[in-house]
């Protein structure tokens, strides 16, 4: 069953791969990997809320919805951050953060 | 352990009993596992390389010639022998390819179909997995093949490969929109997305005759935004042959190439037992509610021959979409999809829950 | 061993190695791929706790939705032979020096902290609730982040082709 594994085993999972996330986010330079580290550190927290949910309230459904509700928000600002980052590469023809220094032509 | 074959579900449920008594439960979930596996897999196959055959045969019989009759009576055995062709071909491998990403994108693909297919109710009873959210599920696993078409574009690094393979998600994103939309019109119809409850909610006649206007609908832009989805029909411009050589899988030989040639034609089986289940009742027997002699010798062909025959009529016309209509341009495909099938779709289901809320429906 | 840790453990694992990966992969669309194996491996979780509409969601909007788009835009913006050059030694020592220090007191304070955890009953909640709870105002509906994500979602269409469409040459 489900209760032989401990609750805290999932948050470290989730833990690690928050931080996974942000080490991509410190170190990547391209826009389009960064997006992927932010997407990793979203889905991080989701799994959190999930496993609280079944684990600590597992008659309400808090965590599931929130988890649901942090997707659609993933999916928005993932098509925003893409029509950037095209629009981006019209104007400079590279997407690495480091090249795109000019606040205005 | 008995076996009538109008209900299935008795026989399944006996060996599910005689497996958890001589094993522990992990042991019993494991070996069903493997069985359920390995059935699938040979399934896979055999249905893979008779569709070929229909194709080639429907093909014929649309041009009127004889199609493959030379090895086995009818040329029955005709792909078999493809298939031992195929794997006795050289791989090629590509000098500038992206070599990990080349050989995981066929796998992508038939995965995704093989995940489908685990949800397919074949007969009463014949279900490996009944979940909840069955059809949400089918189109959530489904929708993952177009990464492996992309990434098998991309990792050829050929602009043919590319280009086929772009035109080749548009596609398939675009038109997965209408896909889904149509079966909600159906799952507002039925309440449930649980594919057992459907059928059996269709007990009382299918409901593309219980639905009205709406589910008539919701049918024809289903058969054409799944024609489309698997890149089949006329709407196979990601492959056309003339100007881009074959699209995303010019460069595979042997083997891989026939992972995307089989994954392509069960796509097509999965979408087909799909619309049988979800308009035209699965298993379900043609039943007329209220009628019980005309129901009763209904019941007499047992239910897995239903669905397959509904199955087969399905891909029938799918196959004669593809052999009589000519291809469409990249800019006809897109203004079909998003200026006339999404706004007919929208309008649909709001039409759709109007009749299910002054219980219009039969 | 029984089939839920197995699960478990199958699952972790591919998330941990395959998060890893997308974050150090020196080809962008690789590192695409590696992203794909993680959503679908935290897809697998959800069904393993048994929330399969979650799941199911997962697999459509982050597989089959943002992981597609990712995909389209490296297709138009890179370039096959393009690999990222080598990280700087310094960056990549401080990184993961602050990324380490970071996550060794998250966990040092999750397993200090005794969660009191009710026995499971590891229902899945069925698409009737769900479909009502989203559409009620009485307590435990969710119907005002329903609408204002479904605001969101407009806007975020609207911005992306905004943005994204091209200029009239003057």
């Given at each position: 069953?489900?209760s032989?594994?401990p609750?805290?085993y999932?948050?470290v999972v989730s833990t690690?791969m928050?931080f ?20 990793l550190?979203?889905?991080s ?6 496993a ?6 597992p008659d309400?459904?808090e965590g ?7 997707i ?6 993932a098509?925003?951050?893409i029509a ?6 019209r104007?400079y ?9 000019t606040?205005?032509? | 352990m008995k076996f009538d074959?109008?209900?299935?579900g008795?026989f399944?449920?006996s060996f599910?009993?005689l497996?958890?008594?001589n ?14 596996g390995?059935a699938?897999?040979a399934?896979?196959?055999v ?12 093909c014929a ?10 090895v ?7 792909t ?8 006795m071909k ?8 992206d070599?990990?990403l080349?050989n995981?994108?066929?796998f992508?693909?038939?995965?995704a179909?093989?995940?489908a297919?685990a ?13 909840n ?18 990434i ?10 590319m ?7 548009a596609q ?5 929109l ?18 057992s ?5 269709q007990r009382?006649?299918?409901?593309l ?12 832009v ?5 024609t ?5 029909g ?9 100007e881009?050589t074959?699209g ?7 083997i ?8 392509e ?10 619309a049988?289940?979800i308009f035209l009742?699965?298993w379900m027997p043609?039943?007329v ?9 209904m ?8 669905y ?10 799918m196959m004669w ?9 990249i ?17 649909n289901?709001?039409?759709?829950a109007?009749v299910v809320?002054?219980?219009w429906?039969? | 061993?029984s089939i839920?840790?197995l ?7 591919m998330?941990?190695?395959f998060?890893?990966?997308?974050v150090?992969?020196r080809?962008i669309?690789?590192?695409?791929v ?10 697998g979780i959800?069904?393993?706790l048994?929330?399969q509409?979650l ?14 788009l990712?995909i ?10 393009q ?6 030694v310094?960056?990549?020592?401080f ?12 966990i040092m304070?999750i397993l200090d902290?005794?969660f009191?955890?009710?026995v499971?009953t590891s229902q899945n909640p ?6 009502t709870?989203?559409l009620?105002?009485e ?10 994500i ?9 911005a992306?082709?905004v ?5 009239k040459?003057?």
């Open positions: 069953m489900l032989e594994i609750l805290s999932f948050l690690l928050f996974i996330g942000i080490y991509g986010f410190l170190t990547r330079k391209n826009l389009i990997t960064i997006l992927m580290a932010v997407e550190i979203l889905n927290v989701n799994i959190n809320f999930v609280f949910n079944r684990y600590l309230f309400q459904l599931h919805f929130f988890s649901l509700f942090i659609a928000v993933a999916a928005a600002e098509a925003v951050a950037i980052i095209i629009s981006v590469y104007r023809s590279n997407i690495d953060v480091e090249r795109v220094d606040m205005k032509f | 074959i109008y209900d299935l008795s399944t449920s599910d009993q497996l958890m008594e094993f522990s439960p992990f042991w019993a979930v494991a070996i069903e596992m493997v069985i359920i390995i699938i897999l399934f896979y196959a249905v893979g390389l008779y569709l070929v055959y229909a194709e080639r045969k429907v019989f649309m041009q009127c010639r004889v199609g493959p009759n030379r086995g009576p009818y040329g029955f055995f005709q078999i022998a493809d298939l031992i062709k195929l794997l050289e791989l090629i491998p590509i000098k500038n390819a070599k990990l080349f995981i994108a066929p992508i693909v038939i995965i179909s093989f995940m297919i949800a397919i109710p074949f007969a009463k009873g014949l279900h490996a997995i009944d979940f959210i069955g059809i949400f599920y089918i189109m959530a696993v489904s929708s993952m093949g177009v990464v492996g078409i992309l098998a574009g991309w990792a050829s690094n050929n602009k043919y490969s280009i086929g393979a772009m035109r080749s998600g398939i994103v675009s038109y997965e209408s896909v889904g939309l149509s079966l909600v019109t159906i799952v507002v119809l039925a309440g449930s997305l649980q594919l409850t459907i059928v059996e909610g009382d006649g299918w409901f005759f219980t639905g009205h206007i709406p589910a008539v609908i919701a049918f024809l289903f058969l054409v935004a799944a489309a989805e698997t890149n089949r006329p709407f196979d411009l990601a492959e056309a042959e003339s881009l074959a995303f899988h010019t460069e595979y030989s042997g891989k190439f026939a992972f995307f040639f089989l994954a034609y069960m796509n097509m089986f999965i979408v087909a037992s799909i049988a289940t009742g699965g043609f039943h509610g209220g009628w019980e002699a005309f129901n009763n010798i019941d007499y062909l047992p239910p897995v021959f239903w397959i025959g509904k199955t087969a009529f399905i891909i029938f016309i979409f593809k052999w009589t209509f000519p291809r469409l341009r800019d006809q495909l897109l203004t079909l999809e998003w200026k006339y099938l999404l706004p007919i779709n929208l309008v289901i709001l039409v759709m109007f809320l002054m219980g429906h039969f | 061993m839920h840790e699960m478990f453990y199958l699952f972790s694992g998330i941990l190695l998060s890893v990966l997308t150090t992969s080809r669309l690789r590192a695409a590696y992203l794909l194996f993680v959503l679908v491996s935290t897809a959800y069904f393993m048994n929330y509409f799941a199911a969601v997962q697999l459509t909007l982050y597989a089959g939705g943002i992981v597609v990712i389209f835009s490296i297709l138009l913006t890179s370039h096959i032979s690999k990222f050059e080598p990280l700087g310094k960056k990549m020592v990184s993961a020096l602050a990324v380490a220090a970071g996550a060794l007191l998250s304070t902290f005794g009191d955890t009710v499971t069925d698409m009737e609730l769900i479909g709870s989203l009620s105002y307590k435990n509906g969710y119907v005002l982040p329903f609408e204002v479904s605001v969101l979602l407009l806007a975020a269409m609207v992306s082709i943005i994204a469409k091209k200029e040459s003057k």
